[in-house]
C-alpha cells in the first residue's frame, strides 16, 4: 500500500448519476484483490479536504485501473466533473478481500446499485480462472437505471440474475427476494454443490443477506462501507461492533467480514429501530 499519483484516462458517464473513472498510472495496484479499495482525492484545492474510498472495479497490467461511482456527494461530484488528464491523488490498495473463486463451491456474488465494484472484480477473478460459469451474480437496485455495466458482465460469461425494485428490469422487488429465489432453486435442484454468499450495498440490504444467510447455513461474507477519513487504521472512525472483539475497523479490518462476525450490528440496528418506535 502507498500514496502515488494517478492520471484520470476516461471518465465515462453511465447515466442516473454512475460513472467509470478509468485512472493510468496505477502500477502500484497491481495484484490487488476482489474487495480492495483506495483512498482517492483529485486536486480540486481544501474542499473537500479527505480523499474518499472508492472500491476497485477492475484492475489491468498496464498501470490501468477503473472505479465506478455514483454522485451522492461533493468529492463524488467533483470526481465526474474531472476531465481526462485530470491529477488524483491515490492511497491503495487498502483491506481485505473476498476469498477466491474455486471450483469446488458455487458463489452467490449479491450486489445492491453502487455496491457492484467489488463483485464484479470478483466475477472477473473467476472468470480468469475459467470459473465465471460455476458463480452467479444477483444484481439489484431501485429502477433499471441503478442497473450498469451488464454487458460487461455478460462478456465475462457470468449468469446474471436482475432485480429493481419497480420492476423496470427483471424481477420486480429487491435484489434479496432474487437471493431467495436462487437458494430454492438450488434446494429444489437437490444439488450437492456448496454454496457461499458474498455481498456488497445498502446497510440494510446488506443485513437482509446475512440473515437469508443465517437462516440457511450457508458461509456468507459481507463487504460493509462506512464513511473514512484515513483509510489505514488511525482515526478510528471506521469502527463496527464485533462478534469476537468489541469493534474492528471497516478500513484495516475488512472491508469484507464473515457474515458472522459482524451480523450484531444489525441486531443492534433492529433494536434501536423498534426501541425509537415505543417512544
Ligand atoms: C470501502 C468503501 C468502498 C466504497 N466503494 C465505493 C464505490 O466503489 N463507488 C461509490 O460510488 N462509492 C463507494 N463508497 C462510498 C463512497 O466512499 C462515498 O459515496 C463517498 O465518500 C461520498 O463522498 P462525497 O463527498 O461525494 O459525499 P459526502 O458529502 O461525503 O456525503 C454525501 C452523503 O453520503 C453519505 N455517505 C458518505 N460516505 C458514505 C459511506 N461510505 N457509506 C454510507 N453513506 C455515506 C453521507 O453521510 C452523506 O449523507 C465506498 C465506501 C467505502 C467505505
Ligand atoms: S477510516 Fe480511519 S480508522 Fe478506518
Known amino acids: 500500500m502507498r500514496y502515488f499519483d494517478a492520471r484520470v484516462i476516461e471518465n465515462r458517464s453511465l447515466g442516473g448519476g454512475y460513472f467509470v473513472f478509468r485512472l493510468g498510472g496505477c502500477e502500484p495496484l497491481a495484484g490487488s484483490r476482489p474487495g480492495q479499495f483506495v483512498m482517492l482525492r483529485g486536486d480540486w484545492g481544501r474542499d473537500p479536504l479527505l480523499p474518499r474510498p472508492l472500491s476497485l472495479l477492475s484492475v489491468a497490467h498496464e498501470g490501468r ?10 468529492g463524488t461530484a467533483l470526481m465526474e466533473r474531472s476531465p481526462p488528464g485530470s491529477r488524483v491523488s491515490v492511497l491503495g490498495p487498502l483491506g481485505n478481500s473476498f476469498p477466491e473463486p474455486s471450483c469446488d463451491v458455487t458463489d452467490l456474488l449479491v450486489a445492491g446499485g453502487v455496491g457492484l465494484p467489488p463483485l464484479f472484480m470478483q466475477a472477473e477473478s473467476a472468470a480468469r480462472l475459467g470459473l465465471a460459469s460455476g458463480s452467479e451474480m444477483l444484481y439489484g437496485g431501485r429502477t433499471s437505471r441503478d442497473l450498469v455495466l451488464l454487458g460487461e458482465m455478460r462478456a465475462l460469461g457470468i449468469p446474471l ?16 427476494d432474487e437471493l431467495e429465489a436462487r437458494l430454492e ?38 463487504s460493509l462501507e462506512e464513511q473514512m477519513a484515513c483509510g489505514i487504521g488511525v482515526c478510528l472512525g471506521c469502527a463496527v461492533a464485533a462478534e469476537t472483539r468489541p469493534y474492528r475497523y471497516v478500513c484495516k479490518d475488512g472491508p469484507v467480514f464473515p457474515a458472522s462476525e459482524v451480523m450484531a450490528q444489525a441486531t443492534a440496528a433492529s433494536t434501536s429501530r423498534s426501541e425509537g418506535g415505543q417512544q
Open 65 to 74: 485501473a477503473d472505479l465506478l461511482a455514483k454522485v451522492v456527494g461533493k
Open 161 to 176: 440474475h436482475l432485480a429493481t425494485e419497480d420492476g423496470s428490469l427483471g424481477r420486480r422487488g429487491r435484489v434479496t
Open 185 to 222: 432453486h438450488w434446494r429444489a435442484a437437490a444439488s450437492t454443490r456448496r454454496l457461499r454468499i458474498m455481498a456488497c450495498g445498502p446497510r440494510a440490504m446488506l443485513w437482509a443477506v446475512g440473515r437469508i444467510a443465517q437462516s440457511c447455513d450457508i458461509e456468507c461474507y459481507l
